[in-house]
């Protein structure tokens, strides 16, 4: 409808404006060495044009010259690395104290669940001057999450969650796409996020619960699913007692070990003959195809909670989640 | 001042050449001759690249409006992955090398047929082989994973007909294994006596760079292929994640070939480049060797930088640094002769024959195309334009400004020489202004597109980003009028066009001591070369042998 010509995306996270100083920058330098070939070329052409210059004057090369503009690129395209890379780090680097959202990407869809137990799909609802941060996985086929009003984007991919974060800036409502051909509907996986006052997310927020919390229906499906026949702190267990497990590293007795992350803890309600904690039999069943990715989250979001409720723990310890994992981005 | 005293022009229709010494169907399909074999591969890539541009056409007559109303959302994926297809493995990727490389790199060297005649034909038939599944895939039902096939959705989503393009791609794959090889023994084996490295023309240079990306990338890509075709028929659970397969392994094998795979596009191209601009500027090109040896460091270099198509992939951040710093690396000598062709223009005698005017071209498009590849390789700005419409500028700048100006200015260049006929010099002329202007038009607006979010691959699109895409769409008709001109003027020459003898832009190079069209064996004698190449100013004329 009408006319509308937009040459530039909106500009609504932190993120933002980094990316695009850099581009702003990378936009001079184009244009500069692009606009200095073209002025040779053309002058060149013209200046020695065969009708006023029958005689090529023969010129064989320059390693001076050739240094120089060998050098000289390269030390602006080292500038133009470390600036980038820089960015880079910061994105893959989620602030700690973060709101989390939990993503599951699907054909052709995007669910979105709130730490409160909300749920949405292809609308994302978050409060303006927060950091949030998103951990995805996806039910079939690669996806990739991009905010292009936030500048970030980030593969949402099966079997391994992944994760993007941003800091809204400005109120309003902004697309958000599905980047990773992922089949048909590939041009119909998208939504928008909302950004709104932290009050009016508050009010969102209080309107849109049903079932509890996300650690509640984790410790729901944890009791459904008997996981706790097993998983007890009690001495008679076969399986290890979860509580305070989250980031702490673990020992597997195959030799090897590794942090427990939210992949880490997926991977061992899907395939726990994977990785076997030591000290212990393999005798987990695989939980692959009974619980919904949603439900996995559900559970990962349960087992991370618990960290809080060691008996150990002071009580009144901090709720909010502990060290947010480094993600191996 | 012309060398071409060794063959006084005498009527192609009454000497005996390359063209009329065998007759029939045949003489043609049996033939192992580079000259016919190049001819054969000339038709065929002109068939995929129509087939291609039809494809093109489809796709940006459906962008037109943003509601995605002219076909299904299916029918729309395969067409794109259909062009995708198309355009790379059947139009770009043997371009140059399999029809100019094929006809000149003998010529250019002094020897009478490539190394292995007989693989030469087996080639073609491969190719045509390859080409023959990929449209056996289109006719019953099509394929909607993209060009690039990633997996799981190639393995185990997509219920299109996957197995048969793929097995297309790894038989064409093999052509482009056998071409490389041919064209490593023939430099090394048979150059004329005289003719040392560094006097080889710098298009035998950058054909040479490309064949050994061909000889040692395609084989991955062969293997990559195979396992997707025993994922998908067997489940073996190596991409899967279903099975404990991993996704990221396919991205991984598919780019350590693909990547390379651009360079053995535009390598070729660049070679052509430097004739080009030495033959009309009447100079050697500057730096010769620093150009020559930027094409091994591509080539070498391009096999490292196969990361930087994944930064958003979920690779670990330390190897995306190592992948895009190594980005940077292989961007410079693509600078340096961008730079080099430039000097050579100084104190030259430039002519602006339509040769000359598609390098310009070229030189325009490819300086885009490579400044916006910095951009890629910036970690902090790809995330937000990977996967967008401005990936999709970027490779149509490089892979269809650069390659295709560099393929239809290097046909022009030697079309004489083909033939033996002359092409409308004004018709031509406005040819390479049409693409020029049209293919600015089609894919400028397609790096704003891309900023501003919109994802490659999206068959509807969010409104307000239609008035960028109908100029998109409008450029493509411009280009596509230009794309079909030569078409129709190039096929006029060859029976109307005025005869050219043996080096009608005066060029240097060996091929252009022998008649046009050459005889079957190429040189009456073995010529002794005595000289560097492009000696524009050399002390004595070259002596042609006997
Ligand atoms: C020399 C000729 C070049 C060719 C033929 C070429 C070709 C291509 C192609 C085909 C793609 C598309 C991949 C896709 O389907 O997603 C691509 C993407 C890319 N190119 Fe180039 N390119 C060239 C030069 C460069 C240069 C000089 C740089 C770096 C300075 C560069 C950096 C990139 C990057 C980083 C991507 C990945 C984009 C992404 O997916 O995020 N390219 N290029
Ligand atoms: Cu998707």
């Keep these: ?329 | 001042m012309s060398t071409a005293v060794a063959t006084a022009p005498e009527s192609i229709h009454r000497r005996r050449h390359y063209l009329n010494a065998d007759y029939g169907i045949r003489s043609w399909l049996f033939t192992t001759d580079h000259k016919r074999i190049a001819l054969l591969y000339l038709f065929s890539i002109t068939f995929f690249f129509a087939l291609g541009g039809l494809f093109a056409v489809l796709i940006r007559l459906e962008l037109l409006t943003p509601a995605g109303d002219l076909m299904t959302s299916d029918t729309y994926n395969k067409v794109f992955t259909m062009h995708g297809i198309m355009m790379v493995f059947f139009f770009l990727i043997p371009s140059v090398p399999a029809t100019l490389g094929n006809f000149l790199i003998p010529m250019m060297i002094g020897a009478r047929d490539l190394a292995f005649p007989k693989l030469n034909l087996a080639s073609w038939y491969l190719f045509m082989a390859g080409g023959v599944f990929a449209l056996y895939s289109v006719v019953t039902g099509g394929i909607d994973t993209g060009w690039t096939f990633y997996t799981p959705f190639s393995t185990t989503y997509s219920n299109t007909k996957v197995i048969p393009a793929a097995l297309g791609i790894l038989i064409a794959g093999f052509s482009s294994i056998f071409t490389g090889l041919n064209f490593i023994v023939t430099v090394h084996r048979m150059r004329a006596p005289g003719l040392t490295w560094f006097r080889l023309p710098l298009f035998v240079w950058a054909n040479y760079a490309a064949s050994l990306i061909m000889v040692l990338g395609t084989p991955v890509l062969a293997i990559t292929i195979i396992l997707v075709f025993l994922e998908r028929a067997f489940h073996i659970g190596i991409f899967d994640p279903r099975l404990g397969g991993d996704p990221i392994l396919f991205q991984h094998l598919f780019w350590f070939y693909s990547h390379p795979a651009v360079y053995i596009m535009i390598l070729p191209s660049m070679g052509v480049m430097s004739e080009l601009i030495s033959a009309f500027s009447r100079k050697r090109v500057f730096g010769y060797s620093f150009v020559a040896f930027s094409s091994v460091a591509i080539a070498v270099f391009g096999f490292l930088v196969w990361g930087h198509h994944m930064f958003v992939s979920g690779q670990s951040v330390y190897a995306a640094m190592v992948f895009s710093i190594l980005s940077y690396l292989v961007a410079i000598p693509s600078a340096v002769k961008v730079f080099n062709w430039t000097a050579t223009l100084y104190k030259g005698s430039v002519s602006y024959q339509t040769p000359m005017l598609y390098a310009f071209g070229f030189l325009g498009l490819f300086t885009i195309g490579g400044l916006t590849g910095l951009f890629l390789a910036a970690l902090g700005v790809d995330v937000h334009v990977t996967d967008t419409y401005f990936v999709v500028a970027h490779f149509h700048y490089i892979m269809v400004g650069g390659v295709i100006m560099g393929y239809l200015g290097g046909l022009h260049f030697w079309w004489p020489k083909i033939t033996g006929r002359l092409y409308p010099e004004g018709w031509a002329k406005l040819s390479a202004l049409v693409v020029f202007l049209g293919f600015n038009l089609t894919f400028f607006p397609q790096f704003v597109l891309g900023y501003l979010g919109m994802p490659r691959r999206y068959h509807a699109y969010p409104e307000e980003f239609q008035v960028l895409n109908v100029m998109s769409s409008a450029g493509a008709s411009i280009l596509g009028v230009g794309y079909l001109l030569p078409l129709f003027y190039l096929l006029w020459s060859m029976r109307y066009g005025p005869e050219a003898g043996p080096n009608p832009f005066d060029a240097r190079g060996l091929e252009w001591q022998t008649a046009s069209p050459p005889p079957t064996h190429n040189f009456e004698q073995v010529p002794i070369v005595q000289e560097e190449a492009y000696a524009y100013h050399a002390a004595q004329e070259v002596p042609v042998a006997g």
């Design chain 1, 1 to 329: 409808m009408g006319f509308d010509l937009p040459l530039f995306p909106d500009q609504a996270s932190t993120m933002a404006t980094r990316v695009d100083h850099l581009y702003f920058y990378l936009l001079a330098v184009s244009a500069f060495f692009t606009i200095l070939i073209t002025a040779m070329l053309i002058f060149f052409a013209i200046r020695y044009r065969r009708a006023r210059h029958p005689n090529a004057v023969p010129i064989e090369g320059s390693t001076k010259l050739e240094l120089a503009w060998t050098g000289i690129p390269l030390i602006i395209a080292m500038s133009m690395f470390v600036w980038a890379a820089n960015i880079f780090f910061a994105m893959n680097r989620p602030p700690r104290g973060a709101l989390e959202i939990y993503a599951v990407g699907k054909q052709w869809m995007w669910k979105f669940e709130h730490v409160g137990g909300q749920r949405e799909i292809n609308q994302l609802h978050v409060p303006v001057g927060r950091d949030v941060k998103l951990t995805m996985i996806s039910q079939d086929v690669i996806h990739s999450m991009f905010f292009p009003a936030f500048r970030v984007k980030q593969d949402v991919l099966p079997n391994r969650y992944t994760t993007v974060w941003f800091h809204p800036t400005k109120i309003g409502t902004y697309h958000l796409f599905c980047a990773e051909y992922c089949g048909t509907k590939h041009s119909g996986m998208i939504g928008q996020v909302v950004v709104m006052e932290p009050a009016q997310y508050q009010a969102w927020l209080a309107g849109g619960a049903q079932g509890g919390s996300l650690v509640a229906s984790g410790e729901r499906l944890f009791r459904d699913l008997a996981c706790d026949t097993c998983h007890r702190p009690d001495t008679g267990a076969r399986g290890p007692d979860l509580a305070g497990l989250f980031g702490k590293p673990v020992r597997f007795a195959g030799g090897g070990s590794a942090v427990a992350d939210e992949t880490y803890i997926r991977e061992s309600i899907t395939n726990p003959a994977a990785k076997v904690v030591e000290g212990f039999q393999p005798i987990m069943p695989t939980f692959q195809g009974q619980v919904s990715e949603e439900g996995l989250l559900q559970l990962v979001a349960y087992i991370k909670s618990l960290q809080t409720q060691t008996p150990a723990a002071a009580p009144g310890a901090p709720p909010a989640a502990a060290a947010p994992p480094r993600g191996n981005p």
